[in-house]
């Protein structure tokens, strides 16, 4: 692998994939997608940082280093999303007149998550609800509903996009008040 040879990585994919998911299954909690999500994020730094082993047992800690990095970078990177929504949401506070009555800028926030909710589709606030607050995962969403995989995830990536559109025309409309 070292040297670039795909026979390489196809063998060693075949001899650890399903051991790296396994473990993923257990450090997501259970959660099958961002499991998948992992192993493809945890080859990709295998293929960036490759390099020799002397030992089996040397070389599955450093993959399992290299699943709980890209496990905890997913996490950061969800969790991202919500601090700038909350920082955007108080820095628009700050600047609201003083003649104001003081809102809390975290239900401040959860009312503009829980419109941008209601104005969905149903089927995609179900989804949104699942997956987010309900932590099911893709496919147990897919099996609920009787759409297939893809069609979930691209309701989900809508849904979200839809949310965040609504959210930042929300907190606009609250600074311009």
Not at 39 to 60: G, H, M, N, P, S
């Amino acid at each position: 692998m070292t040297l670039g040879e795909e026979a390489a990585f196809r063998e060693f994919h075949d001899q650890y994939f399903d051991r790296l998911y396994r473990y993923l299954i257990v450090v997501t909690g259970g959660d099958e997608q961002t499991a998948l999500d992992l192993v493809q994020e945890t080859l990709l730094r295998v293929t960036k940082y490759i390099r020799c082993f002397a030992e089996e047992d040397v070389f599955w800690s450093w993959l399992t280093v290299l699943a709980r990095s890209a496990a905890r970078d997913g996490a950061r990177r969800r969790g991202s999303y919500l601090k700038m929504l909350a920082g955007y949401a108080r820095g628009l506070l700050v600047s609201a007149p003083q003649d104001t009555a003081p809102v809390d800028a975290e239900s401040e926030l959860r009312a503009c998550v829980n419109a941008s909710l209601e104005s969905l589709e149903i089927l995609d606030r179900n989804l949104v609800e699942g997956k987010y607050f309900g932590q099911k995962s893709v496919k147990s969403l897919a099996d609920e509903t009787g759409l297939s995989l893809k069609a979930v995830e691209s309701r989900l990536l809508r849904a979200r996009k839809t949310i965040k559109q609504q959210i930042l025309v929300l907190l606009d409309d609250e600074r311009s008040k």
